[in-house]
C-alpha cells in the first residue's frame, strides 16, 4: 500500500485550488479549506476526485464522507479516482477513431496509431 499512498502524494490538492478557482460562498470555501486539512492532516495526502465527473457540491459531500474512512479505504478510493483521472487524459489526447470497449467493468482503449505517427 506504501506506494499507492505515495502516489497519491503527488497529487495537487484539488481542494486547496477548487476552493480558490470555483466561486463559492465564504461559508463554503471554508468549509472546504477547513475539511481538506482534516483529510491531509488524517491520510497524509490530498484529497483525489475527478472532477470533471463531479461538481463543487458533489466534491464538498465526498470531502466530508470520505474523511471518515480508513486508511486502507481512502487509498483504495483515491487511487480508482486518480485511474478515472488518467483515462479523461488519455481520452483527450487520441483521436476520434480510436475506440473505447467497455466489458465486465474493464475498460479497453484500441488507439488509431496512424493519428499518432502522422
Same mark, same amino acid.
Given at each position: 500500500?506504501?506506494?499507492? %499512498?505515495?502516489?497519491?502524494?503527488?497529487?495537487?490538492? #484539488?481542494?486547496?485550488?477548487?476552493?480558490?478557482?470555483?466561486?463559492?460562498?465564504?461559508? $463554503?470555501?471554508?468549509?472546504?479549506?477547513? #475539511?481538506?486539512?482534516? /483529510?491531509?492532516? !488524517? =491520510?497524509? =495526502?490530498? =484529497?483525489?476526485?475527478?472532477? %470533471?465527473?463531479?461538481?463543487? $457540491?458533489?466534491?464538498? !459531500?465526498?470531502? $466530508?464522507? %470520505?474523511?471518515?474512512?480508513?486508511? &486502507?479505504? &481512502?487509498? =483504495?478510493?483515491?487511487?480508482? &479516482?486518480?485511474?478515472?483521472?488518467?483515462?479523461?487524459?488519455? #481520452?483527450?489526447?487520441?483521436? $476520434?477513431?480510436? !475506440?473505447?470497449?467497455? %466489458? !465486465?467493468?474493464?475498460?479497453?482503449?484500441?488507439?488509431? #496509431?496512424?493519428?499518432? /505517427?502522422?
Amino acid at each position: 500500500m506504501s506506494g499507492k %499512498r505515495g502516489m497519491l502524494r503527488l497529487n495537487y490538492d #484539488l481542494a486547496g485550488k477548487l476552493a480558490l478557482a470555483v466561486p463559492m460562498s465564504p461559508k $463554503e470555501r471554508l468549509k472546504m479549506s477547513q #475539511l481538506n486539512a482534516k /483529510y491531509k492532516e !488524517k =491520510f497524509g =495526502f490530498p =484529497f483525489v476526485i475527478c472532477s %470533471r465527473q463531479n461538481k463543487k $457540491e458533489a466534491m464538498l !459531500k465526498s470531502l $466530508e464522507e %470520505r474523511s471518515n474512512n480508513s486508511m &486502507e479505504q &481512502e487509498t =483504495f478510493i483515491g487511487v480508482a &479516482e486518480v485511474r478515472k483521472i488518467c483515462f479523461l487524459r488519455l #481520452l483527450d489526447i487520441v483521436d $476520434e477513431n480510436s !475506440k473505447v470497449i467497455h %466489458r !465486465k467493468g474493464i475498460s479497453t482503449l484500441y488507439i488509431d #496509431l496512424k493519428v499518432i /505517427y502522422n
